[in-house]
């Protein structure tokens, strides 16, 4: 190892960095591993940008705002709500001493955000239920963040209300909860976002990644009391939104815009329950995962036999086989397979039954039975 390499803080020699779906796999033709969003519309841009744009573009807060039935004071944008999840914990946890809950099976970049700031992670798996495990919570030391995932990434599954709203209570002036709504267009009867008016300790965070086919944009929101935001504010970089981000965001939100994310959504809707209909069917597949999102987790036999059988024929799925708390949900093997377009979906069907016809021939010529 050359001296330069030595010179990085400890902490940061000790990190493994986050293996995005992009980084972890590439090649392939059909990606269904990131959750993106296959019926992407075209954005045109206008203009120059000779200029510094605003920290917060007040006309694309206000578009949100509208759109999240909140006040301008309730938002701050970011790029994406990754960038959303670490001004959290950069804001509210003094590194060394404050901790932040997280609930395997989830979004990993919660212990990923805490652990490059030094800042503990208190792990509280879900239960076999796929709920909060409120007790175990409650005993948590040096809480300051509670992050739910709803639905949750991987499993699918929505968190209940009355577990987010006890929790809000339980820390009402301790910590605050952090609910993680990514792919809350999926499912939108289920938001939190009423419970702002009511919890000052409740902070939601939202992207135009999924639903609205924008994760190439990088644009996210949280939405908070404006105590929270005016933390956040002093956190974040001066110029975080690039002018032409800001310019295609408030696109994506227009009327429009948003008519188009509603299609998609009820398109990806009806695809999503056809493929789980599929799965079912499938003796290979132990177990589909309920989702209320534009993803599916499979219970399989060997997951990296998955990947690499489908990747074979150019389709991407993703091995989640290494999250914390799966054995509490009674599975080890599990791949997270995200719903494309219609084509898109069709050929994944075809290949799943490829490699299972494969698997079986190998099987038989290795006079295995
Ligand atoms: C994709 C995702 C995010 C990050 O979204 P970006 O806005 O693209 O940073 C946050 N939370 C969950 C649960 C996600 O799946």
């Not at 999840?85 to 989830?106: A, K, Q, W």
Request: one cysteine or more.
């Amino acid at each position: 190892m050359s001296s330069i390499s030595n010179l990085a803080r400890d902490s940061v020699k000790a990190l493994v960095p986050y293996a995005s779906a992009r980084l972890s796999m590439s090649g392939g033709s059909v990606w269904l591993n990131a959750n993106e969003n296959a019926l992407a519309p075209e954005y045109q841009l206008n203009g120059s940008f000779n200029r510094y744009p605003d920290c917060q573009p007040p006309a694309l807060i206000a578009a949100y705002a509208d759109y999240a039935g909140v006040a301008p004071e309730q938002v701050l944008v970011s790029r994406g709500a990754d960038e959303g999840i670490e001004l959290l914990i950069r804001s509210f946890c003094e590194p060394g001493t404050d901790n932040i809950v997280i609930c395997p099976p989830t979004y990993g970049m919660y212990a990923i955000s805490a652990q490059s700031n030094q800042v503990g992670r208190t792990v509280v798996p879900l239960t076999a239920e796929l709920t909060l495990d409120l007790p175990a919570i409650k005993q948590s030391q040096q809480t300051k963040l509670v992050f739910i995932c709803s639905p949750n990434n991987p499993t699918g599954d929505l968190i209940p209300r009355s577990q987010i709203t006890e929790l809000l209570e339980f820390y009402r002036d301790s910590a605050l909860v952090v609910v993680d709504e990514a792919y809350i267009e999926f499912v939108s009867e289920a938001s939190t976002v009423d419970l702002l008016a009511q919890y000052p300790n409740l902070v939601i965070l939202r992207t135009l990644s999924k639903a609205f086919a924008l994760a190439g944009l990088r644009c996210g929101f949280t939405l908070a009391s404006p105590e929270v935001i005016g933390a956040l504010k002093k956190m974040i970089a001066p110029y975080p939104i690039a002018a032409p981000v800001a310019d295609i965001a408030a696109q994506a939100l227009s009327a429009t815009g948003q008519q188009r994310m509603h299609q998609s959504v009820a398109t990806i809707n009806e695809l999503r329950a056809a493929f789980s209909r599929f799965a079912a069917s499938l003796p290979q597949v132990h177990r589909v995962f309920n989702s209320n999102a534009n993803y599916v987790l499979l219970a399989v036999e060997d997951a990296a036999a998955w990947v690499q059988g489908i990747a074979a024929q150019g389709i991407l799925i993703r091995n989640q086989s290494s999250q914390l708390g799966l054995d509490r949900l009674g599975c080890t093997q599990v791949v997270r397979v995200s719903i494309g377009s219609p084509a898109e979906m069709a050929l994944l069907e075809q290949a799943i039954q490829t490699f299972w016809a494969q698997q079986a021939t190998n099987t038989r010529s290795s006079g295995e039975q």
